[in-house]
């Protein structure tokens, strides 16, 4: 089983980055695939989650308006567009597979099976 986001690099505010993460070792369309990003210093932060099957998407607070998630199973890739990136946006973001459905009371707090590598996403002038 493996996850990898890649995407991210060195943006201004206000640009935008779309980060994607490609999956391989298991059937994608039966996993929910949640991004989460990590800042020096700061525990981790889930940041947007998609579920199977109706592939309803949920969003942090600090992130929705701006980051759109959305998956493609044919490419087993999930996406994560970023726009109006904010300084604050600077993290490693990681992606991760749950098995099943995420619900929008719950999905940050659930249990993802697999974790991949992150991705630096730095927001700077």
């Known amino acids: 089983v493996q996850l990898q986001a890649s995407g991210g690099g060195l943006v201004q505010p206000g640009g935008s980055l779309r980060l994607s993460c490609t999956t391989s070792?298991?059937?994608?369309?039966?996993?929910?695939i949640g991004w989460f990003r990590q800042a020096p210093g700061k525990e981790r932060e889930a940041v947007s989650s998609?579920?199977?099957?109706?592939?309803?998407?949920y969003y942090a607070d600090s992130v929705k308006g701006r980051f759109t998630i959305s998956r493609d199973n044919a490419k087993r890739t999930v996406y994560l567009q970023m726009n109006g990136l904010k300084p604050e946006d600077t993290a490693v973001y990681s992606c991760?597979?749950?098995?099943?459905?995420?619900?929008?009371?719950?999905?940050?707090?659930?249990?993802?099976?697999?974790w991949g590598q992150g991705t630096q996403v730095t927001v700077s002038s």
């Open positions: 991760a597979a749950k098995w099943g459905r995420v619900y929008e009371e719950s999905w940050p707090r659930v249990y993802y099976d697999y």
């Open positions: 998609i579920s199977t099957s109706d592939g309803s998407a």
């Open positions: 070792g298991f059937i994608l369309d039966f996993y929910a």
